[in-house]
């Protein structure tokens, strides 16, 4: 069994920063590859970035590129989304996810446990 807890989230101005953090549980973490999705009212959640189990690989999705960047920590079993650069259009609740395997993947069924969500809400 793995929890997930995310924190970080809040409101922002447009230009503002934001990290998100997202602790697990379970002596495994270090394991699987993980990821972010987020979810905005009335959308689907959708892929944001993703981080492979030993942190050398990563992968965005083209909206966030360039602007955001996912990092790990095994030692602290947390992952994280530094986030940068931010518009109006990144306000959602974010989720992170562990994946079943180790390498990346970005649909969400590739996923088996998440954690609550963050609100993030950047004003203009």
């Known amino acids: 069994q793995v929890q997930l807890v995310e924190s970080g989230g809040g409101l922002v101005q447009a230009g503002g920063s934001l990290r998100l953090s997202c602790a697990a549980s379970g002596r495994t973490f270090s394991s699987y590859a993980m990821g972010w999705f987020r979810q905005a009212p009335g959308k689907e959640r959708e892929f944001v970035a993703a981080i492979s189990w030993h942190g050398g690989s990563t992968d965005y999705a083209d909206s966030v590129k360039g602007r955001f960047t996912i990092a790990r920590d095994n030692a602290k079993n947390t992952v994280y989304l530094q986030m940068n650069s931010l518009k109006p259009e990144d306000t959602a609740v974010y989720y992170c996810?562990?994946?079943?395997?180790?390498?990346?993947?970005?649909?969400?069924?590739?996923?088996?446990?998440w954690g609550q969500g963050t609100q993030v809400t950047v004003s203009s």
């Open positions: 996810a562990k994946a079943h395997g180790t390498w990346l993947v970005d649909a969400y069924d590739d996923y088996d446990y």
